[in-house]
């Protein structure tokens, strides 16, 4: 079981920055790949980025690429989200995910915790 908790949402400015965590509880952290999510009022759910145990491998949704960056602290088990030049089309409310199997990591239903949520909003 691992229960997770998303913070450093906030209101921003169009091209600045935000810095995302997602804290998690339990032994077992270092045994989930990591990804994060976003949905948008009126949207489903998308990809944002994912990572893998150790944190060697990344990758990207296209619209995110080169603008944001997932890292991990297996020590702290904590997943971040860095996020620079963010554009109004980036607000949402970004979730974390642990999914143990990496199978198909840009599908939502392929993860197997969640947390709560933390709301983003960029302004024009």
């Known amino acids: 079981q691992v229960q997770l908790v998303e913070s450093g949402g906030g209101l921003v400015q169009a091209g600045g920055s935000l810095r995302l965590h997602c804290a998690a509880s339990g032994r077992t952290f270092s045994s989930y790949t990591m990804g994060w999510f976003r949905q948008a009022p009126g949207k489903e759910r998308e990809f944002v980025a994912h990572?893998?145990?150790?944190?060697?491998?990344?990758f990207y949704a296209a619209s995110v690429k080169g603008r944001f960056t997932i890292s991990r602290d297996n020590a702290k088990n904590t997943v971040y989200l860095q996020m620079n030049s963010l554009k109004p089309e980036d607000t949402g409310v970004y979730y974390c995910?642990?999914?143990?199997?990496?199978?198909?990591?840009?599908?939502?239903?392929?993860?197997?915790?969640w947390g709560q949520g933390t709301q983003v909003t960029v302004s024009s």
């Open positions: 995910a642990a999914d143990r199997a990496f199978i198909s990591p840009r599908v939502a239903s392929d993860y197997d915790y």
């Open positions: 990572i893998s145990w150790s944190g060697a491998s990344t």
